[in-house]
């Protein structure tokens, strides 16, 4: 079980870098970073189209907060 801290900064990483291959590594290997991932201002318009694409709530949710 992962200490709450670690998820923060887990939570924190998706939202907050800037290397297109660790959003890639995120998007597809940890499904419950998706919603801080698309809140990301830095991630990539075909990442961002991808997640949309999965019509996911809460990823959706998360997109709609960038607007």
């Known amino acids: 079980r992962r200490a709450a801290s670690d998820v923060y900064k887990r939570q924190e990483l998706a939202m907050t870098t800037q290397d297109k291959m660790l959003m890639a590594q995120i998007a597809s290997e940890a499904p419950e ?9 830095n991630i990539y318009p075909d990442l961002l189209d991808w997640l ?3 019509n996911d709530s809460a990823v959706n949710a998360a997109i709609r907060l960038r607007k």
């Open 33 to 41: 970073l998706r919603p801080f991932l698309a809140r990301n201002p």
């Open 52 to 54: 949309a694409s999965l």
